[in-house]
């Protein structure tokens, strides 16, 4: 069977925030809009509170309405804010109770032909069971199954999920497997917390994966905190916190039998970094068993190891972690660059692929086959 993790970017729609050319002016529109989120749950609203609120809003370009370029704001019942006839605006609300609703990314269209590159990658991978990253719901990965993959395959996904995780922009992870891969359980790491708060921008969700000659296959879906915006010292500890975590589910489940099991994903860091110490190497009281397919012999890079954009080496991001049993069933395994835009013209890639905008995504897909 083949075993493939892939990060989408979308398949349909993505936020106008994480589509843009300038990274630097929209990094800073996201960190505005989440400093703002936060500031709006308080059940009490300060003055300072109030000051920062309206100074933030009108940073996120909604001084005149609750319609920006990037970013709306519901007010589904009651008001935080009016907007006098002379201009500016005012905080009405006295904190979180006072009104309901919340702030929204605006979203725009990924082009019709890199969702059609898109499912040319899938095609072209023919997993068994592929792990999906940064997709934007259930429904939209069924569509992409039906609607998109059909076309270009004979034989497209019987099973489809994805549990809606903590993330707002629509950028959550799932899974497709084959009707003869049934998944016959799921797990939901949602609400995982510690002293810190919530541990998963997402989710890590456990599937229990059927296969053909019995047993099972535990796939745990991963996205790690990028290191897009924000303190780089915050989004460190942010990922440290998950492969901390992740690291606990992978030892529980092992003690508890289970033999076959494969984290997989966008983990947003490189294998030595400290972030992911503790899920790639463990502690000396409890060294990791985990394997990188990378590390097998008969693992194919095409000479570049990274994943993400131009491949170098600081650009291994994503990762197929597998339990001792699943690396020593191991026949095959590379990396498919086809659908990554390259200037260069490094790799190959699909003869329709002539512009960035139109590339699958600027993550390589990973794929693994092993002998279960």
């Known amino acids: 069977m083949r075993i493939a993790s892939f990060n989408v970017e979308n398949l349909f729609d993505r936020a106008r925030l994480l589509g843009g050319d300038d990274w630097s002016t929209h990094r800073t529109l996201l960190e505005k809009y989440a400093r703002l989120t936060r500031l709006l749950q308080r059940p009490t609203y300060t003055a300072d509170d109030k000051a920062l609120i309206a100074l933030l809003l009108v940073d996120l370009g909604l001084e005149k309405s609750d ?5 709306t704001l519901r007010q589904n019942r009651g008001r935080l804010l009016s907007r006098p006839r002379a201009g500016g605006l005012t905080v009405v609300a006295e904190g979180r ?24 990658v899938v095609h072209d991978l023919a997993a068994d069971v592929l792990g999906v990253v940064e997709a934007e719901s259930r429904i939209a990965l069924q569509r992409f199954n039906v609607d998109l993959l059909r076309p270009v395959s004979d034989r497209i996904y019987g099973h489809v999920m994805l549990v809606d995780g903590n993330d707002d922009r629509g950028i959550d992870v799932g899974i497709m497997t084959r009707g003869d891969h ?24 456990e599937y229990s994966v059927s296969l053909p000659g019995g047993g099972r296959l535990l796939v745990l879906v991963n996205h790690f905190k990028s290191k897009g915006y924000g303190k780089a010292s915050e989004s460190d500890t942010r990922r440290r916190r998950q492969a901390e975590r992740v690291a606990e589910i992978y030892r529980q489940r092992r003690a508890e039998g289970h033999e076959h099991v494969v984290v997989l994903g966008d983990l947003n860091d490189f294998p030595g970094s400290a972030p992911l110490a503790p899920l790639l190497v463990g502690t000396s009281s409890a060294p990791s068993d985990l394997r990188d397919v990378s590390a097998h012999p008969s693992f194919d890079d095409g000479g570049y190891p990274g994943t993400y954009t131009t491949g170098r080496t600081a650009n291994k991001i994503d990762y197929i972690l597998c339990s001792p049993a699943v690396f020593t069933s191991i026949t095959a395994g590379g ?38």
């Open 67 to 71: 319609s920006g370029t990037y970013v």
């Open 97 to 120: 109770r006072d009104w309901v609703g919340w702030l929204e990314l605006r979203t725009q269209a990924v082009t019709e032909l890199a969702t059609h590159h898109t499912a040319l």
């Open 182 to 205: 049934p998944i016959e359980g799921i797990v939901s790491h949602v609400d995982d917390a510690d002293l810190a708060g919530p541990i998963f921008g997402r989710d890590c969700p």
């Open 335 to 372: 990396i498919f660059r086809k659908g990554v835009w390259t200037a260069s013209r490094r790799w190959e890639m699909y003869p329709t692929l002539t512009r960035e905008q139109d590339a699958a995504s600027d993550h390589a897909a990973l794929w693994v086959d092993v002998d279960l």
